[in-house]
């Protein structure tokens, strides 16, 4: 679940890097990265406030694999070079995880 204390960042966007439109989840858990690219965009200082005026493209660099069904993702900055992990989505393209997994290491 997502522990944020704002909670209004569910919101559809379009992805900064594929232009895939994202929907908000279901269940009201974080959506913070498209799950076709993974990319997520630095938005955010502390999760879900979007006072960050950075605003750039963050690809994920690296996936871990907590249990069975629950990866994290960390995702850098292209511009500032920050560093976040986040919770991969169930929707994610799980083959592009399996990529970063091999990259990463
Ligand atoms: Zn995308
Ligand atoms: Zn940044």
Do not use: W
């Not at 960042?9 to 439109?21: A, K, L, P, S, V």
């Amino acid at each position: 679940m997502c522990t944020a204390r704002f909670t209004h960042i569910n919101e559809t966007f379009d992805c900064g890097y594929c232009g895939h439109r994202v929907i908000p989840h279901q269940h009201g858990s974080c959506r913070n990265h498209c799950p076709s690219c993974l990319y997520s965009r630095h938005l955010d200082i502390n999760p879900g406030d979007r006072s960050s005026d950075c605003g750039g493209l963050m690809p994920a660099v690296k996936a871990i694999i907590k249990q069975m069904d629950q990866v994290t993702l960390i995702h850098r900055c292209n511009q500032c070079g920050i560093e976040k992990s986040n919770r991969s989505a169930p929707d994610d393209d799980f083959e592009k995880i399996l990529e970063i997994m091999r990259h990463s290491n």
